[in-house]
């Protein structure tokens, strides 16, 4: 039985700096265990479908060319995705997914988070993060684990005590 959290890492750690999501995914295993489903994934476009249905929350976490200074962390919406003229490496981006499951009706998350991490150049072959991008991942880490426990605390059933 799949839990009914995930986070989902988007990046590719043979990429640089676009692999920052998948090392704060390998933190949040250790923080989390078993308590929700976390997923490291370097291709995702349409296969995301499967990956997300029958979940009810997802963090999603990922890298995005940078606009302000790398290493911002900064929460997204799907329409602020939308916005975006920047093409995905990831083939079929986020907005198309989630429109397309609505289309489908597919039992999709009723809530979808979103957290970036900007990076300078998303497209560079190379092994490692940059240090500016590193000292950040305990910040990305926080923030995800912030809205996970938040959740947790939203879904965890109330025991009623019985009075005489």
């Given amino acids: 039985m799949q839990n009914r959290i995930m986070v989902l890492a988007l990046g590719n750690d043979i990429m640089g700096d676009d692999g920052a999501a998948l090392a704060a995914a390998k933190v949040l295993r250790n923080e989390f ?3 929700i489903d976390i997923f490291e994934v370097a291709s995702a476009g349409f296969m995301l479908l499967d990956l997300l249905e029958g979940y009810d929350k997802v963090v999603i976490i990922d890298t995005i060319l940078s606009t302000h200074r790398p290493g911002l962390i900064r929460e997204l919406t799907v329409e602020e995705l939308s916005c975006r003229l920047t093409s995905s490496p990831h083939y079929a981006g986020l907005p198309e997914i989630i429109g397309l499951a609505k289309k ?13 991490i900007e990076i300078e150049d998303p497209f560079i072959i190379k ?5 500016e991008i590193e000292c950040k991942i305990p910040v990305l880490v926080s923030k995800v684990k912030d809205i996970v426990n938040e959740w947790k605390i939203v879904n965890t059933p109330k025991k009623y005590e019985l009075t005489h």
Wanted: charged share 30%; proline share 10%.
């Fill in 33 to 35: 265990g078993s308590e």
């Fill in 127 to 131: 092994q490692g993060l940059s240090p």
């Fill in 104 to 116: 489908l009706e597919l039992d999709f998350p009723d809530e979808v988070r979103i957290l970036v």
